[in-house]
């Protein structure tokens, strides 16, 4: 049973810093990309990062690339996501996903329906 498990929400002030973490357990994890997303009130899902395992290359968006840094443990089978600077507009649920490496390219690697397993996230809420 594959579970993923966020922790690390939390409430911060604009311009502070958070870093959130995801616990893998149930897969194999080196042949998962792993990437979070966010959910804001009102909002559809957004992607924000992806790491992929082995050299690591990481996808950021927009929104929070030069500010964030997401990382993954492949001994402990942990994934980060640190962001820099926040802003009332990162206030979101963030998720933590997983999906399979194989066909995933630079633009699939954003669709959340490239991956298959989901936490239930984390709350993170920046007031300015």
């Known amino acids: 049973q594959v579970q993923l498990v966020e922790s690390g929400g939390g409430s911060v002030q604009a311009g502070g810093s958070l870093r959130v973490s995801c616990a893998a357990s149930?897969?194999?994890?080196?042949?998962?990309?792993m990437g979070w997303f966010r959910q804001a009130p009102g909002k559809e899902r957004e992607f924000v990062a992806a790491v992929r395992w082995g050299y690591g290359g990481t996808y950021y968006a927009d929104s929070v690339k030069g500010r964030s840094t997401i990382s993954r443990d492949n001994a402990k089978n942990m994934v980060y996501l640190q962001v820099n600077s926040l802003k009332p507009e990162d206030t979101a649920v963030y998720h933590c996903?997983?999906?399979?490496?194989?066909?995933?390219?630079?633009?699939?690697?954003?669709?959340?329906?490239?991956?298959?397993?989901w936490g239930q996230g984390t709350q993170l809420i920046v007031s300015s």
């Open positions: 149930g897969l194999t994890f080196s042949r998962y990309v």
């Open positions: 996903a997983a999906g399979k490496a194989e066909g995933m390219n630079i633009v699939t690697i954003r669709s959340s329906h490239q991956y298959d397993y």
